[in-house]
């Protein structure tokens, strides 16, 4: 589903057409960028995540424009990973030890805190969730044709706007039972999108190199499998 997509479907499911005043294009236009921005800023989904680059220098505070506040996960400078802290913690370390050159950063607000005596150099990048923008208007097939976040990998989420929209006609013609129920309706597919990501991502491991955060425990012995004896140990 496009722009274009969730009109028709607005339409036809509402039983209106772009000739009246109550459902006119701007309207519908304004309405749909108004239900995409809920429904992308619903859940911290898997299509608004972004990556942003820059040429480093040694300056502490960052600031990446069209990024949502305290959504960065991760930093590199110069191919070297970063290790993220809570703000305080961040502000504790800067006081104690100002001129040490722990990889470490911090975010607070719309704003990215990175320790300028890292021992890198190179290119920033940093990941994190991007605020999407409205979808804009332009040349009648031109503007319908362009995409939601939702339309490579999660159609689901133009089913809500669609639900959502469809609300805010219902709201609009006095029918307030009606336009809470789509609103929940709107809702619930979200939910039901954002578990489906979730168990897709279940699968997700941590490599062993790295320990991860759990072991393997052997409930006959009670011993984690690390402590056992193994095979030709010796």
Do not use: C
């Not at 942003?52 to 191919?79: H, I, M, P």
């Not at 097939?141 to 490579?152: G, I, K, R, W």
């Not at 597919?189 to 190199?209: G, I």
Request: charged content about 30%; proline content about 2%; overall charge negative.
């Amino acid at each position: 589903m496009n722009r274009g997509d969730i009109k028709t479907e607005v339409l036809v499911r509402s039983g209106k057409d772009t000739t009246s005043a109550w459902t006119s294009e701007a309207f519908l236009n304004d309405w749909i960028n108004q239900s995409h921005r809920w429904a992308a800023g619903y859940k911290p989904w898997v299509f608004t995540e972004g990556r942003t680059s820059t040429t480093y220098t040694t300056v502490e505070e960052w600031d990446f424009e069209g990024y949502k506040a305290d959504s960065f996960r991760l930093v590199q400078v110069g191919g070297k990973l970063l290790r993220k802290l809570n703000f305080e913690d961040y502000q504790i370390f800067k006081e104690e030890s100002p001129s040490a050159n722990d990889r470490v950063f911090s975010d607070f607000g719309g704003l990215v805190f990175v320790n300028t005596s890292i021992d890198a150099s190179g290119t920033l990048t940093a990941w994190g969730q991007f605020m999407p923008a409205n979808i804009p208007d332009g040349d009648g097939a031109t503007a319908d044709d362009l995409d939601t976040v939702f339309s490579e990998g999660g159609d689901e989420g133009n089913e809500a706007i669609v639900l959502d929209v469809l609300s805010k006609i219902a709201k609009r013609d006095n029918k307030k039972d009606e336009s809470a129920a789509l609103r929940n309706e709107a809702k619930v597919t979200l939910e039901e999108l954002w578990k489906r990501t979730l168990d897709e991502q279940y699968q997700y491991q941590t490599h062993e190199d790295r320990g991860g955060l759990w072991k393997r425990f052997n409930v006959l012995t009670g011993r984690d499998t690390s402590d056992e004896v193994k095979r030709d140990q010796f």
